[in-house]
C-alpha cells in the first residue's frame, strides 16, 4: 500500500527520483561498488538501497543523502533550493520593490 505522501507526490518530484535513483545505481556501478558494500557503507538495508535505486518517496532524505555522500555526490545538493540561484523567487522580490520612492524628511540621516 503506497502511503499518502507518495499518492499525492507531484508528477514532476516522482519523476526526479525516478531519475535520482537511476542515476545513483549508475554511480555505484561505475564505482564498481557491490550493493552489499554500498548498504553497509551507508548503514541501510540492502532492501532500502535498492528502494532508493528506484526512487522510493518514502525512502528518507537522509538516506538518500547518505549514499551520495558514499559516491561523492552530495556537494552540490546544497545549491539545489539555495535562494540566489531562485529566479522565480528574485522576480517577485523585484516584483514587490516600490514604482516611485518619494522623498520625505520622515528619514533622518545621522552625521
Known amino acids: 500500500m503506497k502511503s499518502l ?3 499525492t507526490l507531484p508528477f514532476v518530484a516522482r519523476k526526479a527520483l525516478v531519475k535520482l535513483g537511476a542515476d545513483i545505481s549508475v554511480a555505484r556501478k561505475k564505482r564498481r561498488i557491490s550493493t552489499v ?9 540492502r532492501s532500502t538501497l535498492a528502494r532508493i535505486e528506484k526512487g522510493d518517496p ?31 523567487g528574485l522576480d ?4 514587490r ?15
Open 58 to 88: 518514502s525512502v528518507s532524505m537522509g538516506a538518500y543523502l547518505s549514499v551520495l555522500a558514499i559516491l561523492g555526490l552530495a556537494r552540490h545538493l546544497g545549491q539545489i533550493a539555495d535562494r540566489t540561484n531562485d529566479t522565480l
Open 5 to 7: 505522501s507518495t499518492s
Open 97 to 111: 520593490l516600490p514604482k516611485r520612492i518619494r522623498s520625505g524628511s520622515h528619514i533622518k540621516i545621522r552625521p
Open 37 to 45: 558494500s554500498m548498504a553497509e557503507r551507508a548503514f541501510l538495508s
Open 92 to 95: 517577485l522580490d523585484e516584483d
